[in-house]
Structure formats: C-alpha cells, structure tokens
C-alpha cells in the first residue's frame, strides 16, 4: 500500500503563492491516480485537484474552473505531486490532504470515496 505524506503548507497574506509537495511511498501503477482535497474549519472535506498519474491528465474542483489559481502536477521520477496554489484568498484557509486513487478514470468528479488513501494533511492559513 502507498503512504502519502504531504509538506508545503504555511501562514500567507492574501493573494500569495503557496505550493504544496506530496510525497508517495509504495508502488504507483500505471492507471492510479492523485488528488488533492481540503477541509476547512465547520466543513466537509472537498475536492480540489487530480492527476492521472502516467498521463498527466488533470482535473479541478467547480470552484477553480475558470479561474487558473490553482495548478497540480506530477514528477514521476520523484514519486511526487504537487498542488500550485496562486492569489490565495482567505477563503483558501483549510487542511489540505493528498489522496490517491486506483479506481478514479478521469471521466467523473472526485469524491472521497474514489480516492480513499489519504495523507496526514497540511494547514494552510491565509490571513492579513
């Protein structure tokens, strides 16, 4: 089984930059997935980002469309994924979780249940 554990996180100003690593213990195979999922105080965790692992296909949460804040990738060699995070707003403020999938295809909206392997988390604060 892989072990994810996530780094990056931090206390930010409004409209800063942040990335976010993930590191992956274990076997990555050709058809797996990451993601990337929040959770802020009060609320469920959300989904924010994923990537197919081999293709590099990605995919974002309905709060991002259109907005570019946000950028996941992958470096296969280094068995870890990353999560760009650009004019961060207070509302970015939660605990951000990697995830990994062996099930999630590309073709529907990530949930917990799709990605069910999940890291320890990182806060990120963003706060003037």
């Known amino acids: 089984q892989v072990q994810l554990a996530e780094s990056g996180g931090g206390m930010v100003q409004p409209g800063d930059s942040l990335r976010l690593s993930c590191t992956i213990t274990?076997?990555?195979?050709?058809?797996?997935?990451m993601g990337w999922f929040r959770q802020a105080p009060g609320k469920e965790r959300e989904f924010v980002a994923a990537?197919?692992?081999?293709?590099?296909?990605?995919?974002?949460a309905d709060f991002l469309r259109g907005q570019g804040r946000f950028t996941i990738s992958r470096d296969n060699t280094k068995n870890t994924v990353y999560l760009q995070m650009n004019s961060l707003k207070p509302e970015d403020t939660a605990v951000y979780y990697c995830a990994f999938s062996t099930v999630w295809g590309g073709t529907t909206y990530p949930t917990k249940s799709t990605f069910p392997r999940w890291g320890q988390g990182t806060q990120v604060t963003v706060s003037s």
């Open positions: 990537i197919r692992w081999t293709s590099g296909y990605t995919y974002y």
């Open positions: 274990g076997s990555i195979a050709a058809t797996d997935s």
